[in-house]
């Protein structure tokens, strides 16, 4: 049975945005893979759909590396939320606070010209 992550990746970065300095390393390590979880669902083309990423899953279930690749989309009931989780091992969570961080690579959106 996985873990179960509720992630505001806020908690990870300083007041302009950037990662926090001095940050323990464990704690960098999980800010850098809940980042690329971000990207890899922002930087698509297809909000709604869950989806298989590039990123793989970090848990090491009896000491052995999971082989797992995360799914992951933006949540359906929380749109200000990523849902993710592997298949294989069942670690999953939800990540808050990432519109606009330095993972977001949703364009824009732009208001009616005038």
């Known amino acids: 049975m996985g873990n179960v992550w509720y992630t505001d990746i806020q908690h990870f970065l ?7 300095p001095g940050l323990p390393r464990p704690a960098e390590r999980l800010m850098e893979h809940f980042g690329s979880i971000i990207e890899a669902v922002t930087g698509r083309n297809e909000k709604k759909a869950t989806k298989i990423t590039d990123v793989q899953c970090r848990r090491r279930p009896g000491h052995w590396r ?7 989309a933006i949540a359906e009931v929380n749109p200000e939320a990523v849902e993710w989780e592997c298949p294989l091992c069942s670690d999953r969570g939800l990540i808050t606070g990432w519109r606009g961080s330095i993972w977001d690579k949703m364009p824009e959106k732009k208001g009616p010209v005038e």
């Open 66 to 72: 999971c082989e797992g690749r995360i799914l992951a």
């Open 14 to 20: 300083d007041a302009d945005g950037y990662p926090a």
